[in-house]
């Protein structure tokens, strides 16, 4: 609106007029100017200007997704993350159970061994007892027959006669006798 009033004034006369003389200002060209500098910036709109601030919307569409995606991907690594530490609880938690079991199950076993230890020892206790005392019936035994065959021969050689082997058995059982309830 102002332009239109300059315009105005200029074809009316006056000041602005007189200014416009001294600056060399030529109207038609002005105004020639003026139209071919609008088709400039409006095709300079249209087809640098539009596009560019069309690719800069596109980008700043683009950095909001790559935000949105890193939010989302951070939350989702942060999920993954108390995933794997209740895992990792778990994990250890089962480690410690079955550690656990193991020493139960090796103090069983060791419990079970030395009862089997046990057990081998007084069987060997008792049979060597055994052995013992059969060593022991079995050496007496022959104590006996011996100490018999030397009362015999004592007899013999005292009494001078050869005791037949009626009397050999009277008296080696006579001496089983006496050593029985010594």
Known sequence: MNALLLLTEVEGGGQVEQIARTFGVDWSHLIAQIVSFSLVCALLYLFAYKPVLKMLATRRQLIAQGLANSEKIKAELEKT???????????????????????????????????????????????????????????????????????VQTTAAITGKILTTEDQQRLAEETARELATR
């Open 81 to 151: 993350e108390t995933a794997r530490q209740e895992v990792l609880g778990q994990a250890n938690v089962e480690a410690t159970r079955l550690i656990e079991e193991a020493r139960d199950a090796a103090a069983r076993l060791r419990e079970q061994e030395k009862q089997k230890a046990n057990l081998a020892a007084n069987q060997i206790i008792a049979r060597a007892r055994d052995d013992a005392a059969s060593d022991h019936t079995r050496m007496l035994a022959q104590l006996k027959r011996e100490v018999g065959r030397l009362v």
